[in-house]
């Protein structure tokens, strides 16, 4: 049922998130809390894994779920970078630097992790996730579909008011640059730094390649100044 498919993808979610975090921490060498969301769950993942488990689970041929797998996952990844790049005016993750990527978005080392990920698992995760579930009522499920909702619609709810907060933030600082023609003193720079919420902080830490499409120039400004004020142990 329906409520089964609520639960799986918030648990694989999480897994999405545990992998993000890890892999992110050990590239930038500190603690992460990767996702666009505040709670320990990559939705993109999830509903990656379902959508994978609900096409691919008859496939038999393990090369050519692999390939399907990869490719259902990219394209998934793809539209996810677009999407959120046409609702927030930025840009969250940039794989241009990467070889053999299609604009940033997507690229080949993703897709044969992806597709790896995709093959354990149809063949050997899913599977034990479905014995699991059977062991618990269908009111229990029901409940904890409902709780899943809940959790994930104020999550959604309070990182979409304070991403359109910074982008407001963004644009003041914007418009003063291009009224004084030269970038913004560093102490400006500071001053705005600390005045950044929690919410904030995090996203910039989450996403150290974010770009803006519409004021990138003073997100730079500011991403420079966040990093020398962690350096400085300025933001903790």
């Not at 779920?65 to 394209?75: I, K, T």
């Not at 390649?209 to 933001?235: C, G, P, V």
Request: proline fraction near 2%; include cysteine; hydrophobic fraction near 55%.
């Amino acid at each position: 049922m329906i409520f089964e498919y609520i639960c799986w993808i918030f648990f694989y979610s999480m897994i999405g998130w545990i992998y993000e975090s890890i892999l992110c921490s050990i590239i930038e060498r500190r603690w992460i809390n990767r996702g666009f969301l505040n709670g320990p769950y990559c939705p993109v993942y999830g509903f990656g894994a379902v959508l994978n488990i609900l096409i691919l689970d008859g496939i038999n041929n393990i090369f050519i779920l692999f390939y399907l797998s990869a490719v259902m996952a990219c394209s998934l990844e793809y539209f996810t970078s677009w999407l959120m790049e046409k609702l927030f005016q930025a840009r969250w993750w940039d794989y241009s630097g990467h070889r053999f990527n299609i604009n940033g978005r997507i690229s080949l080392a993703g897709a044969v992790v992806f597709g790896i990920f995709s093959v354990l698992l149809i063949r050997a995760v899913h599977p034990e996730a479905v014995r699991l579930t059977e062991n618990f009522s269908d009111a229990a499920i029901f409940t904890a579909a409902l709780a899943i909702l809940f959790i994930l619609a104020i999550d959604c709810a309070v990182t979409i008011i304070h991403v359109q907060g910074f982008n407001r933030k963004l644009k003041l600082a914007e418009v003063k640059l291009q009224i004084t023609e030269i970038r913004m003193q560093l102490a400006e720079i500071r001053s705005m730094i600390m005045k950044l919420n929690l919410q904030e902080i995090r996203l910039l830490r989450a996403f150290p390649k974010l770009k803006s499409i519409l004021y990138d120039d003073a997100l730079q400004l500011i991403k420079e100044a966040f990093q020398t004020a962690i350096w400085r142990n300025q933001i903790k």
